[in-house]
């Protein structure tokens, strides 16, 4: 197959020919040239001297992608269901994916290299360290769509970009964990109604590497091997961390210490702040037998804004991603009337970093979805706010009778 066009056919069920070619094809590449980003600071400060151009990545990640969401705006477009085998198959889109795995390596590698080596102010020392992070963090999305994969190669890439920022359980808890048990209050890793990000990651952080512990243990129980051993995934991947960083740590001295403590903080927050905007408030209903009804489309945020959806490898297609896991990237549909946030990531990040922002904004989306309709019984309520919320949100005000 060609790399810059490829025309897929098929024959639907009822005998009609389809033919599709994929529009973003190239423009994939965004997701393996956007881990290199925070190589533009370390390079306009090279240039010019001035340590302040160490933001650039900053300014790219919070300015200027939600700028180019806004201004190119959504794809609603999705691929024949007839094709999608073929486009599964294609390898060009998971070379791209692989191909991102070393570059995040490279970029810590090169930012801690320049942050080891130039007399830095503090200040700048600190920004370049939280450019790495931020940067590391979206890199989880790749492990994220790496560790879906149902074959060993796969599993070791998300393994190997995840000990990036030491984020070594996040494929236990999120395969095995989150998606059993994503919007419903039993799970960690989904956010509630009323619960700002700074509250929802004291809960999500420890919640999800506890849960993460216990049922790599049960895995390995169950094979007849104790917690502490070898083929524990987890454990892997930290062993990764640990060369990777105390390597670092050896190389450019104690700075190093203050530089990934920064970045692996970053980095986590990074993926907690994925994980407040994907499911805030949205709750799946409890059927007759007490079980929860199967994952759908309506309980996760969607969004079809193209830039970012392109640097993130379609993880803002998350409504798709949770009712089929494995399905790839490149296939994730959209679907009408689904929960749509207002941005992209990059946008809706820095709204939730502002509890009130982020309620007023979102609050009054998630009572309007039309499962929900004002019904405060069908969310995801924070037990601590949702005296505030009935009282704000009684039904006579939202026009339910």
Request: proline share 7%; glycine share 8%; net charge positive.
């Amino acid at each position: 197959m060609g790399l810059l066009a490829v025309t897929y056919s098929a024959t639907t069920a009822d005998g009609q020919r389809v033919q599709w070619r994929d529009g973003k094809r190239l423009a994939w590449l965004l997701s393996v040239v956007y881990p290199l980003v925070p190589l533009v600071g370390v390079a306009l400060h090279a240039f010019t001297g001035n340590p302040a151009m160490l933001a650039a990545p900053l300014v790219i990640g919070y300015g200027l992608m939600p700028l180019l969401d806004a201004l190119i705006g959504e794809d609603r477009n999705n691929p024949p269901e007839a094709v999608v085998p073929q486009l599964e198959a294609d390898t060009y889109y998971r070379w791209l994916t692989w191909l991102s795995v070393p570059l995040y390596f490279l970029t810590l590698l090169v930012c801690a290299w320049w942050a080891g080596t130039q007399a830095l102010p503090w200040w700048a020392f600190a920004i370049l360290a939280y450019a790495a992070g931020a940067n590391s963090g979206m890199g989880l999305t790749t492990g994220h769509e790496l560790g879906h994969k149902h074959n060993a190669f796969e599993q070791w890439l998300a393994k190997l970009i995840l000990a990036v920022p030491a984020y070594g359980h996040f494929t236990v808890e999120h395969g095995r964990g989150h998606h059993r048990w994503v919007s419903t209050p039993q799970d960690h890793a989904s956010a509630r109604m009323g619960e700002s990000i700074y509250r929802f990651a004291l809960r999500e952080l420890p919640g999800g590497m506890r849960r993460a512990w216990a049922l790599e243990s049960q895995r390995l129980a169950a094979l007849g091997f104790p917690p502490w051993n070898r083929r524990n995934t987890m454990l892997q991947s930290y062993a990764v961390s640990a060369v990777l960083q105390l390597g670092l740590i050896a190389a450019f001295g104690p700075a190093m210490i203050v530089f990934l403590a920064i970045h692996n903080a970053v980095a986590w927050w990074q993926l907690t702040s994925a994980n407040y905007v994907e499911h805030y408030g949205l709750l799946r209903a409890k059927q007759a037998n007490g079980e929860y009804e199967p994952p759908q489309p309506r309980h996760s945020w969607n969004t079809n804004h193209l830039v970012t959806n392109l640097a993130l490898f379609h993880l803002q297609r998350h409504s798709d991603h949770h009712a089929n896991p494995s399905r790839r990237y490149q296939s994730l549909r959209h679907f009408p009337d689904l929960p749509q946030l207002p941005s992209g990531y990059f946008g809706v990040f820095t709204m939730a970093y502002f509890p009130r922002w982020w309620f007023r904004v979102m609050d009054a989306r998630l009572l309007a979805l039309p499962h929900v309709q004002g019904d405060l019984g069908k969310v995801n309520v924070d037990p601590r706010a949702r005296a505030r919320l009935e009282a704000q949100y009684a039904p006579q005000r939202l026009g339910v009778r």
